[in-house]
């Protein structure tokens, strides 16, 4: 097959980062170490029927204590940087006020072992975990929780600004609040329209005050992680075509604009108003929200395709506010083992539009990645080549945009290893490091190989 050739043609700018990525809940386990407070994932995940199996991540891949061995698979693969959450509950194990300094401990031992190791540490604040005693006062939907985190992340920086360049406020807002509180498959578990539209104004606003806080204390690399689903409208029926307006203006500019422009897009306040869900701003939250940054970090999974109509009672709740009418299409070809279809051009596209959207904002992108059924082979490798695939051809469809001046500056792979993939348990494996869960024994796939050449001679030309 094509394959190695691909590898072989794909090169990228001298200063390019390559790496992988985490996030705390999905990897740490040990959620009664060292004084942590109970999350919302932690309270989701033991109410049955929430997620595959009723997995939790208890234990997850044990990396609160196998950090070490981790940092030594990251060195393994030749990455440059690693982009890992820190959870809120540790630090702060009523989400305010007391401070966990083992907490706080455990993410400087992580992060000096990274910094010997000559890998980057990129550090996000949030990435879904909220403090269960938060949650008990309204969680996002509580114009105070915004407050909160911006205390959370001073915190965070005292202890560990003298030594992590690269921060992030959130991983993914979209989902935290939509997920979390329109469609329910995501913790808290809410399904109400005025508390997602509450919660993604209020995950924003925390973005801004926590971007305020840390640029007080002097960080220089601040960023926030965005997911985006390319919408396309199944037929140019004015219908179809408003339904993709619609749910691109939920999944993709809502979050974008007002950070890049300092203005939520009109139509979709207004879509969200007719809902009966406004979005609750206050004069002065946009210009908080707007507060500069350094780069914005981009997920892409997958784009899709939708069409006006009633939603077939097999699918699953719409996690769009008002989008109990529109159905999003089975994609074509072959699919993940999510069910997600392969787009690569989706992400060249994505890439383009955001360099026209923020033209003088670096790109990087802190996610992408495919789950797959993994099998132990004979030999004892995991022969992973639809894992393989995605990745070379992503990769490619990424340099493709950066040739056409879509300033990225960096790639993480999702995801280092197995782990916790939120409602859809341990079955779901997105690692380049495949985990066996009886043993937690750490064993690299094609994928992870296949990658490490690709960082090895990029490494090479680099030096030469
Ligand atoms: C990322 O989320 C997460 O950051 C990461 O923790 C996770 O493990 C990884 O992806 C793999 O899932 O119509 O509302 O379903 C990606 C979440 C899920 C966001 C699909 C966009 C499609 C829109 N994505 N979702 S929806």
């Known amino acids: 097959d094509g394959r190695p050739d691909l590898a072989a043609g794909l090169t990228f700018p001298p200063d390019f980062v390559f790496g992988a990525a985490t996030a705390a809940y999905q990897i740490e386990g040990a ?25 939790t991540g208890d234990v997850a891949v044990e990396h609160y204590t196998r950090y070490r061995d981790d940092v030594a698979l990251m060195v393994e693969l030749g990455l440059s940087a690693y982009r890992f959450s820190v959870a809120w509950s540790r630090v702060l194990p009523e989400g305010a006020g007391r401070v966990e300094q083992r907490g706080l401990d455990f993410y400087r031992r992580l992060v000096d072992e990274l910094l010997a190791a000559g890998v980057d540490p990129w550090l996000t604040l949030y990435h879904w975990d909220l403090p269960q005693a938060l949650q008990e006062q309204g969680g996002w939907t509580a114009r105070d929780t915004s407050a909160r985190f911006a205390d959370y992340a001073g915190i965070v920086h005292d202890a560990l600004g003298d030594r992590v360049r690269h921060w992030s406020t959130l991983n993914e807002p979209m989902v935290s609040a939509l997920l979390g509180h329109q469609s329910g498959e995501h913790a808290p578990g809410v399904r109400n329209p005025v508390s997602a539209a509450r919660a993604v104004h209020h995950l924003l606003l925390g973005h801004g005050l926590a971007t305020q806080v840390l640029r007080d204390r002097g960080a220089d690399h601040l960023g926030v992680t965005l997911n985006f689903t390319p919408m396309t409208p199944a037929s140019d029926r004015p219908e179809d075509v408003d339904a993709a307006r619609r749910l691109d203006g939920q999944q993709n500019r809502m979050f974008l604009e007002p950070i890049v422009r300092g203005a939520y897009p009109a139509d979709v306040e207004a879509d969200l108003a007719a809902a009966g869900a406004p979005l609750p701003v206050e004069d002065g939250d946009l210009a908080v929200i707007a507060a500069p940054i350094e780069w914005l970090g981009v997920n892409y999974y997958f784009e899709q395709t939708v069409r006006a109509g009633a939603r077939p009672a097999d699918k699953p709740p719409t996690s769009f506010i008002g989008g109990e009418d529109v159905v999003d299409l089975d994609p074509t070809g072959p699919t993940t083992s999510m069910g997600w279809g392969v787009s690569p051009e989706a992400f060249t596209r994505l890439l383009l539009w955001l360099r026209d959207q923020a033209p003088d904002l670096p790109l990087v992108v802190t996610e992408n990645g495919s789950a797959w059924p993994d099998e132990i082979s004979d030999d004892g490798a995991v022969h992973d080549p639809e894992r393989t695939d995605f990745l070379l051809r992503h990769l490619d469809a990424m340099s493709t945009a950066m040739d056409q001046g879509a300033d990225v500056r960096g790639y993480f792979a999702w995801s280092l290893l197995d782990n916790f993939e ?17 043993t937690q024994q750490r064993i690299l796939k094609d994928s992870a190989r296949v990658y490490a050449d690709l960082l090895r001679r990029h490494r090479q030309a680099q030096e030469g």
């Open 422 to 438: 939120w409602a859809r348990g341990y079955e779901q494996r997105f690692g380049l490091v495949h985990v066996d869960y009886a």
């Open 31 to 55: 959620v009664d170490a060292d004084g942590r407070g109970p999350s919302i994932w932690d309270t989701f995940s033991h109410t049955p029927g929430r997620t595959f199996r009723g997995d």
